[in-house]
């Protein structure tokens, strides 16, 4: 018997049983293509921008239109430089699938896309990631889907390289007339929008994403990373007494701590209960460097500080850590989060997120307390004056409830996704400020365990990096432009405690720094502080900058010192 063989169905053949608008593959030119994404960017993947630029559409019918020929030949500039024929589709499409990733966030937590935004997303460990990313972005990325697959059906037409250069000229300078044109349209309104309201240019997708990447990766170009510039190289330590035990002083940098809600600070909530009950001297009135930690970090230990704040100095130079390797002290990072961001670049360091602690370890994320693992050990191969810098965990968003163990589960309901838009604000605020009970038990830990080792004259720093938005104006999480950073993302909790025999050997007294610590202070006061704390003289020690400088030696001499007071 033969076998009846039937016809192969070829592609074409399927293709005739589609409708016959799903048949078409339109030519078109590539400028046409640009200014159809340019103008489909600017009405669908701009909400943000317009929420922030527009209040009354109907009634600012003028300066909608004048945006609308802004932003649209903005990004036809933009476009027209980088698109052509060979290139467009793949690059149209990833823009396509970046606008919809930018404009998922910018609508949920209220971030803007400047270069410090797109530095901590660039830097952002896979760990971090896995918390933002959440079945929300299911429906804006299924949305970018259709527009990608119209972008394929598409015919650019072919053209000659002369031919194709005259009219991409062309083109531009239509973009800059049409941009011109929706200036005059609206002279007067721009000029204020862009005195008043300039960080909204951050939301304007995806022109944010572009610029701001290529300020990223034109000021730290991919490759092997260059060599710090040494600072402080005349720093020397001090010669250590007969008899004298070494100092030792931890530095505690916290996590996404926001003043307001430090207990010691006067929150409504104790959420300091521990700390409340020792010796210990709080900050009240403490601004942090930047609004995120890729910012805060290296400015907090660097001699350039906020007040000379230069960017690319700052990470091109070493840090405090190296000041004090240069003067003979030991230094030891241990890190519970994503890396120093260069400010321990050669020193040592140990990355305690990666020894797989079982009881403090679940998942890809430690509680705080993996950082005290084996320091004891650590501390008593070391001989002279050490300083440890312990980088938490602590409150990082947004998944405050998972900053704690079950038995800190003290205020609730708590927000318990990522997801913060879905959840009330008193449910994130109790998450967040568990959290912060949790990190109050740690420092009390921590300052038990400094209590304990018999071998240094310690000390404990602790300062958050950066605060945290909870909602408040419709902001969440944190890397808000610092110029128009609300306090809750600036105001940081700052506590310190001092061993009787720290404070005999530095002839501090503690109850001259209590009564100081009420004044305005900001991380710039840290790296003079710890030079002074641990008497490592340098060029680069300001006496104005140190807080204990006022409250060092005796009565009269803490009286000549007075103009050193913050």
Known sequence: MNAKVLPARTPSLWLQR?????????????????????????????????HGAVSQPLQQWKWVLSLLLIVTAAHSLLLGLMVWRWSAKPLLSVLLLLSALAGHYMNAYGVYLDADMVRNVLHTDLKESREILSFDLLPPLLWALVPIALLWRIRLRARTPSRALMLRAGFLAAAVLTGLAGVLLSTQELSSFLRNHREVRYLVTPANVLVSLTKVMTEQPPG??????????????????????????????????????WGLNGYARQTTPELSQLPVVNF???????????????????????????????????SLLHVLDHAGVATLWRDNQSGCKGVCNGLAYEAMDDIGDRDLCKGSRCLDEVLLRGLPSRLAAASGDTVVVLHQLGNHGPNYFERYPPSFRRFAPVCETPELGKCESPQIVNAYDNALLYTDHFLARTIAALKEQPSFDAALIYVSDHGESLGEKGLYLHGMPYSIAPQEQTRVPM??????????????????????????????????????????????YRPERDLFASCRGSAAERSMAAGAAP
């Not at 589609?18 to 701009?46: Q, V």
Request: aromatic letters at 10%; glycine letters at 8%.
């Open 18 to 50: 589609w409708p016959a608008w799903m048949r078409l593959r339109p030519e078109i030119g590539s400028e046409a293509l640009i200014l159809f994404c340019s103008a489909f960017f600017t009405l669908f993947y701009n909400a943000a921008f317009w």
């Open 284 to 318: 009240p009135h403490v601004t942090a460097c930047g609004s995120s930690t890729e910012v805060s970090l290296p400015c907090m230990f660097s001699s350039l500080g906020r007040e000379h704040y230069d960017e690319k100095r700052i990470r091109s130079q070493q």
């Open 224 to 261: 092997t990373e260059a060599a710090l510039l040494p600072v402080g190289l005349d720093a020397t330590g001090r010669t250590l007494p007969a008899g004298a035990k070494p100092r030792l002083l931890v530095m505690v940098v916290g996590e996404t701590a926001r003043a307001q809600n």
């Open 495 to 540: 506590t310190m405690w001092f061993s009787p025999g720290f404070l005999r050997q530095t002839g501090l007294d503690s109850d001259c720094l209590r009564q100081h610590a009420g004044a305005e202070v900001s991380h710039d006061y840290l790296f003079h502080s710890v030079l002074g704390a641990m008497d490592v003289a340098t060029a680069l």
